[in-house]
């Protein structure tokens, strides 16, 4: 049987804090003038007046509520945010492979894997903390726990690749930064470097009406604009952004359903570059609440900015949809790596969802799984990866 971990999630977060050190050019601001204009995607100017009546700032180890205290060059100031309790997201994670050096996980959709937004306890990297605590046996040599290497976004499942060393976290870092940065130079050069690339990904997705082609090249740029509830902007199809590449093949047509199964690669690690690049040709996935066609956000009012305010001073929750909205189908399904340390080459299967299995692969389970009752098979590990070569001989 494959191996899981996971923790539920308690009800509250433990709150978080935020340090900051008045500079030079800041002596003299009032404590309000130097949240509101500092911090100000956090909170409006009435929620940061409300977070300093509540005493959750102190400036030099003391409490203040006073919105207009000045600040003097070199003052601490330390912003404590209350614990709070986070959307339901799931804990579980199964490992499809494991070494001194790596760790591959399932991750499944609706779990973030970073710190962000009101996300800050439930994701990935605490589940992998909290996995490392109780194991309490990690060499000095290496991190005090696993790190993820690449981010998939919270509405995606499938492979996520994470580092348990210093050394296996720059190698890794260093492969996917590889493959971005050779896109977008002549196509002899990207065919050349495809059989140089240390790390290949390809992923499964269910998109919106009938794709003509077998196989399609995308190579629209990824740029970004202002976007309400996304601080630093929203990833889209832009003729100015960096470029950018996935190839698309079909896997499966269902007509009478009017969606379509694809298989992507992706050269280039733009964030949200499969919803982009697929909407942008006209088939966004399947249920994304953001992308349509052209690669847009369905709404797009960038000057469109909402002053109320939540219980804890905090921005409400955007209305218009945002990434990490789910709803769709994107399954990471299949990752071949050279090893960072020993150069043999390795390839991590994530299992398909039923929804993006086609009906041949539906019946080919069906068929393993008769063949396991009757013991004629054994499906219980199904390891999730395989041992191909070492690179010398990997083109």
């Not at 935020?18 to 949240?35: F, G, K, P, Q, R």
């Not at 046996?137 to 492979?159: D, F, M, N």
């Not at 349509?292 to 218009?320: H, M």
Request: net charge negative.
């Amino acid at each position: 049987m494959s191996k899981t971990f996971g923790v539920p999630w308690p009800d509250f977060n433990d709150g978080l804090t935020y340090n900051d050190v008045v500079s030079a050019s800041d002596s003299e601001l009032t404590l309000i003038d130097y949240y509101s204009s500092k911090h100000k995607n956090s909170a409006p100017l009435q929620g940061w007046l409300q977070r300093i009546n509540k005493g959750q700032i102190t400036v030099d180890g003391t409490v203040v509520t006073e919105p207009k205290t000045i600040l003097r060059a070199g003052s601490k100031l330390v912003y404590h945010r209350l614990p709070w309790q986070e959307p339901d997201a799931p804990y579980l994670l199964e490992i499809l492979y494991e070494d001194d050096d790596v760790i591959a996980l399932n991750k499944p959709s609706g779990l973030q894997v970073l710190p962000g937004g009101l996300f800050q306890q439930r994701t990935v990297l605490t589940q992998l903390q909290w996995q490392a605590n109780k194991q309490n046996s990690l060499p000095a040599c290496q991190e005090s726990h696993s790190v993820p290497v690449h981010r998939l976004g919270r509405g995606t499942s499938g492979i996520l690749l994470c580092a348990k060393t210093k050394l296996a976290k720059t190698r890794l870092a260093a492969y996917f930064a590889d493959g971005t940065s050779v896109v977008g130079g002549n196509r002899d050069a990207d065919m050349k470097s495809r059989t140089m690339r240390k790390i290949s990904k390809i992923y499964r997705a269910l998109v919106n009406g009938i794709l003509d082609k077998d196989e399609i090249v995308i190579e629209q740029p990824i740029g970004m604009v202002r976007y309400p509830g996304v601080a630093k902007g929203l990833y889209v199809a832009s003729p100015s952004g960096k470029p950018s590449l996935s190839k698309v093949s079909i896997l499966e047509r269902d007509v009478q359903g009017d969606h379509t199964i694809v298989q992507v690669e992706i050269q280039s690690g733009r964030p949200h570059q499969i919803r982009i690049h697929l909407s942008f040709i006209g088939h966004p996935l399947l249920g994304d609440p953001l992308y349509v066609p052209g690669g847009q956000p369905k709404c797009c009012d960038a000057e469109f900015t909402n002053e109320s305010y939540a219980l804890d001073g905090g921005y409400q929750r955007p209305v218009k949809p945002v990434p990490g909205d789910c709803g769709y189908h994107l399954h990471a399904h299949q990752l071949v790596l050279s090893h960072p340390t020993t150069n043999e080459v390795i390839k991590i299967t994530a299992p398909l969802p039923p929804v993006l299995r086609t009906r041949g692969e539906e019946e080919e389970l069906t068929e393993a799984e008769a063949e396991a009752e009757a013991g004629e098979v054994d499906l219980g590990s199904g390891d999730g990866f395989r041992l191909i070569s070492d690179t010398s001989a990997h083109t």
